[in-house]
């Protein structure tokens, strides 16, 4: 069989393993995408771009794309269901991006297709089911079958952008390790006929957490927390759930995605290992809620397309400046990690739910509201 080459093959053409093939495409370094796919998604699904990720879009000259689909959310609401408790204005930040842009994945993904079929227009392969991979000394072999037949690509490094779970980091042996938290949710988009514009709000009932976040094309979703796992979630399980805690009447508003989660904390134990690297969900995951994963992702992108260009530069400093991206993201994912599980427990049922809506005042009607500015945008993570 003929090995094509590339210097880097990426196996997953999401949003993570997308923006990684624009970074190294950018920086002149040849690398080629694997995606089992035939397009990208067709529904919502991650939505939630925090200005961290903004700024490094900005960096790459493709920022404006997103503006023009997102909605900008300058505003977060607390609500016990009764009351709003106080609010966090993130427009207090400086900078161009003091907002949180709510994009639905189908927007995402096809930006940055078009960005990285710009720039490298042969790079992407689709319907691509990756089956085996095989490492030397000089290079590392990926197998890969398209249209019922076998191909094989060979690179000086694979990188996994395939998700939790990864076949690429599953075959290299790389262990996996982590958590399967209690917590479960049921979410959904439908038509906006609240009153809160482009705000956010996070709901407190005693019951246990609603979200509420505006989407383009006056949608919003809605995310709220269930005492289990629902199997096959239906429209009208969350409408009753929104209706029983805070009274928001759904019935019969135009709905287009609804799903059901759990949530998972696992990391892998190394990011790389001899030529195979790991990025993204591939290499960690963390609760969604608070909107943080794919925001990792991207960072980890950066800092990875990075680190391969200065051993490009200085190939004898590879294992040093590899173990530096691993550091340097571990350190980012454990600090988003203890962010996001503070973000799960605040929204759990409670037995007592004055003792949370005193601590939620307390937070947002005091100097703590800095802080809590900074958990909710992502900010001085790296």
Same mark, same amino acid.
């Given at each position: 069989?003929?090995k ?20 190294l495409?950018?920086?002149g ?10 397009e ?73 297709l078009?960005?990285?079929?710009e ?38 490094y694979i990188?996994g ?5 990864s ?8 262990l ?9 949710y ?9 009153s ?23 949608m ?22 929104v ?10 508003l ?8 759990? /949530? ?7 990011y ?8 993204g ?11 943080q ?17 200065k051993?490009?530069?200085n ?7 590899l173990?530096?991206?691993q550091k ?6 454990k ?6 599980e ?17 601590? /939620? ?14 958990i909710f ?6």
């Amino acid at each position: 069989m003929k090995k094509n080459k590339s210097e880097i093959t990426i196996v997953g053409g999401g949003p993570v393993g997308l923006f990684l093939g624009i970074c190294l495409s950018q920086q002149g370094i040849d690398c080629t995408i694997l995606e089992k796919r035939a397009e990208p998604v067709q529904d919502s699904r991650s939505l939630g771009i925090h200005p961290v990720s903004l700024e490094l879009f900005e960096k790459s000259g493709f920022v404006n794309e997103f503006l023009e689909k997102g909605i900008s959310i300058i505003k977060g609401l607390a609500h016990d269901g009764d009351r709003i408790l106080g609010s966090i204005d993130f427009d207090q930040f400086e900078g161009p991006f003091n907002f949180i842009l709510a994009c639905p994945q189908f927007y995402t993904e096809r930006i940055l297709l078009a960005k990285f079929q710009e720039l490298n227009p042969d790079g992407l392969i689709t319907e691509a089911t990756v089956r085996r991979i095989k490492q030397s000394d000089q290079e590392v072999s990926c197998w890969y079958l398209k249209a019922g037949k076998e191909n094989c690509i060979a690179s000086k490094y694979i990188i996994g952008c395939d998700g939790k779970n990864s076949l690429v980091r599953k075959e290299s042996g790389i262990l996996y390790e982590g958590k399967q938290y209690p917590d479960t949710y049921i979410m959904g988009d439908f038509d906006d006929n609240t009153s809160y514009g482009n705000q956010a709000v996070v709901f407190l009932p005693k019951q246990g957490l609603i979200e509420s976040f505006p989407l383009p094309d006056n949608m919003r979703r809605w995310v709220v927390k269930t005492d289990s796992y629902i199997d096959s979630p239906t429209p009208s399980i969350l409408v009753e759930l929104v209706q029983q805690r805070i009274g928001a009447d759904l019935k019969g508003l135009k709905k287009t995605m609804i799903s059901s989660f759990g /949530v998972q904390n696992f990391s892998a134990e190394n990011y790389f290992k001899d030529r195979v690297i790991l990025c993204g969900d591939a290499a960690h995951v963390v609760s969604p809620i608070g909107g943080q994963g794919m925001n990792l992702g991207w960072i980890g992108a950066w800092l990875l397309a990075k680190a391969l260009f200065k051993i490009k530069m200085n190939p004898e400093k590879e294992t040093e400046l590899l173990s530096d991206y691993q550091k340097q993201q571990k350190k980012i994912v454990k600090k988003a990690s203890r962010r996001a599980e503070w973000n799960m427990i605040m929204g759990r049922k409670q037995l007592f739910p004055f003792l949370r809506t005193t601590m /939620v005042q307390l937070i947002l009607k005091t100097p703590l509201k800095k802080v809590a500015l900074k958990i909710f945008t992502m900010k001085n993570l790296y």
